[in-house]
């Protein structure tokens, strides 16, 4: 089940755990008998959990978490047990490189699956337990889960030497993600309450993407400073194009975390706010 869920598809789980398709059916029927009601719903050509499965899915995650740990602690096996841990593409090249650097498995038979997500999409995962921790994005001061790490302030990007550090005429050429984006739904907010008008000249899911089209020259975008390249220069004042609202950075963990979630999140935070402290402008916890 467990399996299944995780990789989308209950055909890919079968070839994943080296067993037939009808294996994976029969064990998946015998579970919704065992429950005494239906766990799926069928979605195009797979299964997701309903609500029902969903519950179940939680407590199947905290029953393959003990068994793995039990049969550590006992040394009768060498059970491989999987943290998984998801990031906004802004943080790949930085914070996940030192978390793996400096996260030690006492174990040593641990796997870490790294994902990279959409902040909002980043929460619900955690929420729904397919996911044991998480950092991403969150407007400032709005409700959320989460433990605050730090606050970035955003700032308008475009090309260097580009006709955008002077008076930003007309409509404003913009480089966003595509949507839902946490940055995207500020710029366009700020430029509407401006009333300034703007049209989209570029959009992407992929956080290069971003940057390879500011540096092309094909706009302008709002993010925070964090990771930016070389070539590229905070639009000067004078183009009159609006203040963007600052950032939060959180560290989210599941609720049913197992202690090698916990001390990956831990990891996480340390090197996080280490990270984010140098950069200029950031209000850090701890610092």
Known sequence: ??????????????????????????????????????????????????????????????????????????GVGQAESTVRLGLPQDFFETILPETLSQFADPSDHLHVDVRAGRNAALEDEVLAGRIDVALALF????????????????????????????NLSGRVPLVLYDHPCLFRTQALKALEMQKRTWRVSLTTPSLAGVWAAVEAGRGVTSRTAHLVPSTVDVVSETAGLPSTP?????????????????????????????????????????Q
């Open 246 to 286: 600052d950032v939060e950075v959180r560290l989210m963990i599941a609720d049913d975390a197992a202690s090698a979630a916990q001390a990956l999140a831990q990891t996480v935070e340390d090197v996080t706010i280490n990270e984010l402290a140098m950069q200029v402008g950031s209000s850090v916890a701890g």
């Open 139 to 166: 407007p400032k001061n709005s409700r959320g889960h989460g433990d605050l790490l730090a606050t970035l302030p955003t700032f308008w990007f475009g090309k260097r030497d580009e006709c955008f550090n002077g």
């Open 1 to 74: 089940m467990v399996v299944g869920v995780d990789l989308g598809s209950f055909t890919r789980a079968a070839s994943e755990l080296g067993r037939s398709q009808s294996a994976i059916s029969m064990q998946v029927k015998k579970l919704e008998e065992r429950a005494g009601k239906p766990l799926f719903v069928r979605q195009g050509r797979g299964l997701v959990p309903n609500d029902a499965g969903e519950q179940l899915l939680v407590f199947a995650r905290k029953i393959i978490a003990l068994n793995d740990e039990a049969a550590i602690a006992m």
